[in-house]
């Protein structure tokens, strides 16, 4: 599902009245058509609700009295506070203020705070408040009456109902730009846009439905549209049963480069979680010295040790021996728990040009990058970076502030110059493309942010990897499978108590759950 700024949006709307030919009334009434069959399956019991519309001058207002008009030939009876005068309305807000007013509801005209403070008496009696003031269109704060009018229905005690996006946030970005409606339900038309679906301003969204208006789903599949919302459907197919005749040599073989003294519960988590998720076979390359640790955690892993630093860090001169290991491999995860010791780090450096498979990089290897991110460039297959804000930061040269504020700009743009998928960890995970694509992940839950769940998330990776040939599908599938994961965790037993150890726990339910479509 594509998410769009407001001029996209707009430009999907050009299109489908100029060139298509369905005219602006008949978009309008599709949209308040929605909204109000969305309203009354909520409440059930609607002819007993006492409804209040605050509408604006403009098509969000316009939308709003096609609300009204559909209640009204329900029995409902609501209240329309218009914020202006009706002479005032134009076009397709004109015609529907008009058609609502001859069949008899009620509207009234609060043009100025003196006659709303008039009117906004009835947000006392209201059970449920409809925001259709402002609309997607607001790129400055809401000020003066405006805010005023916002401020009083977050006052009310009424449930409160959102028409496309609550008045006074900005469509096109996630910070709350001003005075906002705070709504408990907001139902968008056709597609959400950037403020629906991350926080801080998700917070004041609500429950997100997305109401159909008709407009033809081919308008949606331009390229130039490169924001999209994962969905159930993409990843379904990476889950479907296993052929009878399969073997464990079907579904690939792992190399995993992990762990150093005191961090070998990285190596663990990550091959644990590479197996579950369907890996047919699994080698962790760990330190000499960590391996007795590896070795016992999970007895379906396979461990090779490699020569280490004094610190029990990978030497430089396991170089060539983790070579000869990934000759056999389908895949190699690089990074967990592995430290940034000198030695280490000349053997990252040395390594990334020769590796001749797909790759994942994770963790310290993705810092140790951070001196040179033009080893990115190095590589001759497939490679995926997942870090988290920190460490995107880092390979930025950027502080974490200004990577968590302009992360729609800065993943496309990195996945771009070198070349890589770019899994941006964290609340609503991006997943960047080479080609300018970012896919935004809905599954997962505050309770991830925990030690470890980035070395769950790269094994889930690097084993989808091994198994399907489709990169980009086969990370989106790993992450949407990871946060279902913590989500199924959180219903069990609280996000508190979710450590990343759960998520391997409950990453077989979670993948039942995609498969149970089969």
């Known amino acids: 599902m594509k998410v769009l700024t407001s001029q996209q949006m707009k430009e999907i709307d050009r299109i489908a009245i100029e060139d298509l030919g369905i005219i602006g009334p008949i978009l309008m009434e599709n949209a308040g058509l929605q909204i109000a069959m969305e309203i009354m399956d909520s409440f059930p019991n609607i002819n007993y609700e006492e409804i209040v519309i605050v509408a604006g001058k403009g098509n969000n207002g316009g939308d709003g009295f096609v609300v009204a008009r559909h209640l009204f030939n329900q029995g409902c009876r609501p209240h329309v506070i218009l914020?202006?005068?009706?002479?005032?309305?134009?076009?397709?807000?004109?015609?529907?203020?008009?058609?609502?007013?001859?069949?008899?509801?009620?509207?009234?005209?609060?043009?100025?705070?003196?006659?709303?403070?008039?009117?906004?008496?009835?947000?006392?009696?209201?059970?449920?408040?409809?925001?259709?003031?402002?609309?997607?269109?607001?790129?400055?704060?809401?000020?003066?009456?405006?805010?005023?009018?916002?401020?009083?229905?977050?006052?009310?005690?009424?449930?409160?109902?959102?028409?496309?996006i609550p008045s006074g946030l900005s469509s096109d970005s996630f910070q709350i730009i001003g005075p906002c409606v705070?709504?408990?339900?907001?139902?968008?038309?056709?597609?959400?846009?950037?403020?629906?679906?991350?926080?801080?301003?998700?917070?004041?969204?609500?429950?997100?439905?997305?109401?159909?208006?008709?407009v033809p789903p081919e308008l949606f599949?331009?390229?130039?549209?490169?924001?999209?919302?994962?969905?159930?459907?993409?990843?379904?197919?990476?889950?479907?049963?296993?052929?009878?005749?399969?073997?464990?040599?079907?579904?690939?073989?792992?190399?995993?480069?992990?762990?150093?003294?005191g961090k070998t519960g990285a190596s663990v988590m990550a091959g644990k979680a590479a197996l579950k998720m369907g890996a047919?076979?699994?080698?962790?390359?760990?330190?000499?010295?960590?391996?007795?640790?590896?070795?016992?955690?999970?007895?379906?892993?396979?461990?090779?040790?490699?020569?280490?630093?004094?610190?029990?860090?990978?030497?430089?001169d396991a170089l060539e021996r983790s070579l000869e290991l990934l000759q056999d491999k389908d895949a190699l995860l690089l990074g967990p728990g592995i430290s940034s010791h000198a030695s280490t780090a000349e053997f990252v450096k040395t390594l990334l040009p020769r590796i001749k498979v797909p790759v994942v990089l994770d963790a310290d290897a993705l810092n140790i990058l951070a001196e040179k991110p033009d080893l990115l460039k190095s590589l001759k297959?497939?490679?995926?970076?997942?870090?988290?804000?920190?460490?995107?930061?880092?390979?930025?040269?950027?502080?974490?502030?200004?990577?968590?504020?302009?992360k729609l700009e800065l993943g496309p743009q990195f996945s771009q110059e070198y070349g890589v998928y770019l899994v941006l960890k964290g609340y609503r995970t991006l997943i960047c493309t080479p080609d300018g694509k970012t896919y935004i992940n809905?599954?997962?839950?505050?309770?991830?942010?925990?030690?470890g769940s980035g070395d769950v998330l790269s094994g889930m990776i690097a084993s989808m990897i091994i198994q399907e040939k489709d990169p980009l599908l086969a990370t989106l599938a790993a992450v949407f499978v990871h946060g279902l994961s913590g989500d199924i965790g959180a219903q069990k037993i609280g996000e508190k108590a979710l450590t990343a150890g759960k998520l391997i726990t409950y990453l077989p339910a979670a993948i039942k759950a995609v498969s149970s479509y089969y």
């Not at 970076?385 to 302009?406: C, I, N, Q, W, Y």
């Open 381 to 406: 297959k497939t490679a995926i970076v997942t870090p988290h804000p920190g460490e995107f930061a880092r390979l930025l040269d950027l502080s974490t502030k200004e990577v968590v504020e302009k």
């Open 83 to 164: 914020l202006a005068k009706m002479k005032e309305l134009k076009g397709d807000a004109a015609l529907n203020a008009g058609i609502t007013h001859r069949i008899g509801v009620k509207i009234s005209e609060a043009p100025t705070e003196k006659e709303w403070r008039v009117q906004k008496k009835a947000l006392n009696k209201a059970t449920i408040v409809l925001d259709a003031i402002i609309g997607t269109g607001l790129t400055n704060p809401a000020k003066g009456f405006y805010a005023k009018v916002i401020g009083d229905i977050n006052t009310s005690e009424a449930y409160t109902i959102a028409v496309d």
């Open 221 to 261: 599949e331009d390229d130039r549209l490169k924001l999209e919302l994962v969905e159930e459907e993409q990843i379904i197919p990476y889950f479907k049963p296993r052929k009878s005749d399969a073997h464990k040599g079907n579904y690939g073989h792992l190399f995993i480069l992990s762990g150093s003294l």
């Open 182 to 214: 705070e709504a408990d339900l907001t139902i968008t038309l056709a597609a959400p846009k950037i403020a629906h679906v991350f926080p801080p301003a998700e917070e004041m969204v609500g429950e997100l439905v997305v109401a159909d208006i008709s």
């Open 280 to 316: 047919g076979l699994v080698t962790i390359g760990t330190p000499e010295s960590c391996l007795p640790i590896v070795a016992r955690a999970m007895v379906e892993l396979m461990t090779e040790p490699l020569p280490e630093t004094p610190k029990k860090t990978f030497s430089a």
């Open 442 to 451: 809905p599954t997962g839950n505050p309770g991830m942010a925990t030690a």
